[in-house]
């Protein structure tokens, strides 16, 4: 099978690692981000992930089946994307400390002409944080490169309380749904 992940992101090579996935060609996909304000956070992680596939699908073979995932943190109605410095990182984790935000991750799967796009919503609760627990957390680098500023996967689990949805979609790649939705192009993953 001819599988590409739409992505450059380690923790979704990883997430399909575990899911028996293997030998996918990895390839960061150049797509134009910006939506128009006021966009509903499913519907953007949903055409963002459209718009990724779309990107690699350009120039793979027609029979490879293309991955791609779009995430954000939502707070208040509020969109957390990737901080854009350590004062952005520290301004959003004191705004999820002690809240209940949501997570949302959009994927799709194509191969040709065949596309199917789902999202995953996972509510995440922070308790507490202290300001120097977020100074700290920052110094670590974690927090620059995802979004809402933290990683549930790593240092930033310290941090959650609760979690009621996919811990694998606030990680980047809802698994359990994708599994799903790769049965869709005939790939059954535990046969």
Do not use: W
Not at 11 to 23: A, T
Not at 84 to 91: G, R, S, T
Not at 138 to 153: N, R
């Amino acid at each position: 099978m001819n599988l590409i992940l739409a992505s450059q992101s380690p923790r979704r090579r990883e997430l399909l690692n575990r899911m028996g996935l293997s030998g996918f060609q990895v390839i960061s996909p150049d797509v134009d981000e910006r939506m128009p304000e006021g966009t509903p956070p499913a519907r953007l992680v949903e055409e963002l992930s459209i718009r990724k596939a779309a990107a690699v699908a350009s120039n793979a073979p027609e029979d490879a089946v293309i991955i791609a995932a779009d995430t954000v943190v939502v707070l208040d109605g509020r969109i957390l994307g990737k901080p854009a410095d350590e004062a952005d990182a520290a301004a959003m984790l004191s705004a999820l400390s002690g809240q209940t935000h949501q997570v949302y991750t959009g994927v799709t799967v194509r191969r040709g002409a065949l596309v199917s796009t789902e999202h995953e919503c996972t509510r995440v609760t922070f308790r507490a944080l202290s300001p120097g627990e977020i100074s700290a957390y920052i110094q670590t680098g974690e927090p620059m490169d995802k979004a809402g500023a933290y990683g549930i996967q790593a240092l930033g689990c310290l941090f959650v309380s609760g979690i009621s949805g996919d811990y694998c979609g606030v990680m980047g790649l809802p698994v359990c749904r994708l599994g799903g939705m790769l049965r869709k192009f005939d790939i059954e993953l535990l046969s």
